[in-house]
């Protein structure tokens, strides 16, 4: 039978030539690949078709989890991990392989002991697995950071320092304490983007930000107008979006 | 959140205030009495001119009008202390209740003597007293408003001012808190790794690994710190960091030694250059290069930390990091100094901080307490 291959996958130098080492104390016959990357990885794994890998969870362009799914059950997966909790009940649960960083002799040892007890048998599905992983990413994102033109520099402004986007014309008008600039992004565009929590829509030409609101009153003619809490800017609540304010 | 809604005139402008200022009301309507006593004495000599009637009688009914009602304008607002009746209301009130009430007491000290006066100069009186009243009124209300909104502007700057201590202080001490696993844990494998290969190294891996935790453990409770120090953290940190990722990371960092006893609140350099790293470079397949300066520009300290990393994500919130760095420049400097990101041009961030540089009061002396 020949000698088993093992792929070696981190984007730690050092810590790729430890696992070497430690593998050539516990599995002297095992021949090591090594890739500092996700695709470096896959490429040596069409071209070796090695039957274990080693596996960082946590590297740059592709995670470990990512190149566990490309290779998709074709050998033995063995995840490394230094601190990923919600992995690691995962893993638990799905009676996978891995090791923590510092890796130790002992419990690499453990794991030698298994992969070679399983190296004639199909490695583990980890379809399943992996897809309830993917569940665990945040479903959605919303904008954060918007470009505005500052004299001739271009600056990034969080979206948390906007007291309030106004429409004016063919520009969006955004306003932060004293500052204003002017985006050419629609007021449509950014309500579609914008965290909904933190981003009231209040008039067809106003979007506030609710934490830059101080209060809340009323006009002569009954409208209601919101005071921001910088500036004494008093913007008019249009009656589509007055009933948001009624229920606090 | 505090949204509130209030009444429609002039009144809601006062509210929120009142209840904490009943000093001002007091002070108010103390300084109220001489103004209505040199209004309702020039009320009598106006209608003197006019009605040419008895220069006393109608003193005593301009000021047995006019006092009644400053009086209930008073009580009202000391019963309604939470003002919920608008002012105008207060106002009308006052005056029309004020004007019988002065009226029926005219005739009482009075008794017949001159009175009644006749249906013109009735009609006269009346008019000039609800005039001069309205008047007299809108002057006292409108520096009522004005004293209040003074007050309520103040106490506002200062409970922002002091929320905004609380808050980057609160944040501060989470940031103490959050050195990451993933870094500590990766260390400490490198270092394992380094024990057998290359001791030299692994020695100074763990200086670097305790010089970087000292500063993020303790530090922050000694106060201010300077910018050597902070600088001395940053390159703990990222010699650390570049035995970790190997090629993958440049680094460097410029600082003039004139400048390195300038006094820094603790751990204002180095979220960023966490944040460069975290965001820009590590998750960069090629890696790349994070460049730290630090440059006295006229009476200002410029801190620029630049990266040819991934560039901010769009859809990434600013995280604990950045947001606390913002805010304790924002309070340490009085609105004066400034943190702006910008792209870099060869792609990646620029975060730049300017400080003002005064020799006195030392604006990082205040911000140093807090911290």
Known sequence: MKAPTALVVDDEPELVAYLR????????????????????????????????????????????????????????????????????????????????????????????????????????????????????????????????????????????????????EKYTVVLSGQSEWIIRTPL????????????????????????????????????????????????????????????? | MDLRETDPACGGEARGASARSGSLTRRYYLSAIPITFVANTLIGGFLWLLLREDLWSLMVCSHAIGWPILLLHGAVH???????????AVSAFSIAVGAV??????????????????????????ATVLVFGVAVSYFFVSRALLAKGQARLREELLAREEGARRLAEAELKLLQAQIEPHFLFNTLSNVLQLVD??????????RNLTSYLRGSLGRTRAGATTLGEELELVRAYLEIQAVRMGSRLAWRIACPDEIREVPLPPLLLQPLVENALRHGLEPKPGGGEVAVSAAREGNELVLEIRDDGLGLDPRQPAGVGLTNVRERVRAMSGGRGSLTLRPAPAGGLCVRIVLPLDPAPPPVRAAGGTA
Not at chain 1, 108 to 114: C, D, H, K, M, P
Not at chain 2, 104 to 126: N, Q, V
């Open chain 1, 21 to 168: 080492a430690a593998l050539a104390r516990l599995w002297p016959e095992l021949q090591v690949l090594e890739a500092g990357d996700g695709p470096a990885a896959l490429a040596l794994f069409e071209t070796h078709r090695p039957e274990v890998a080693f596996l960082d969870v946590q590297m740059p362009g592709m995670t470990g989890l990512e190149v566990a799914r490309r290779i998709g059950g074709r050998c033995h997966v063995v995840f490394v991990t230094a601190f990923e909790q919600y992995a690691l009940q995962a893993f638990e649960q799905a009676a996978v392989d891995y090791v923590l960083k510092p890796v130790e002799d002992d419990r690499l040892a453990e794991t030698v002991e298994r992969l070679r007890a399983r190296l004639l048998a199909p490695p583990a599905d980890l379809t399943a697995l992996l897809a309830a992983l993917a569940r665990e990413r945040p479903a959605r994102e919303y904008l954060e950071w918007l470009q505005v033109q500052d004299r001739k520099d271009l600056v990034l402004l969080a979206a948390d320092e906007v007291d309030l986007f106004q429409s004016s």
């Open chain 2, 197 to 206: 290969s290359d001791p030299p190294r692994a020695k100074r891996m763990l």
């Open chain 2, 101 to 126: 009430v002065g009226i029926g007491l005219t005739r009482a000290i009075l008794r017949d003597r001159l009175w009644p006066l006749d249906l013109r100069s009735l009609a006269i009186t009346a």
């Open chain 1, 188 to 248: 449509q565009d950014l309500e579609e983007q914008l965290d909904p929590a933190r981003f009231w829509r209040i008039h067809r030409n106003a979007i506030v930000r609710v934490g830059a609101v101080a209060r809340v009153s009323r006009n002569a003619s009954g409208q209601l107008v919101v005071h921001l809490r910088r500036g004494d800017r008093a913007i008019p609540v249009s009656r589509a979006y007055a009933r948001r304010f009624k229920q606090m």
């Open chain 2, 78 to 88: 000391l019963v309604d202390r939470g003002e919920r009746v608008p002012e105008w």
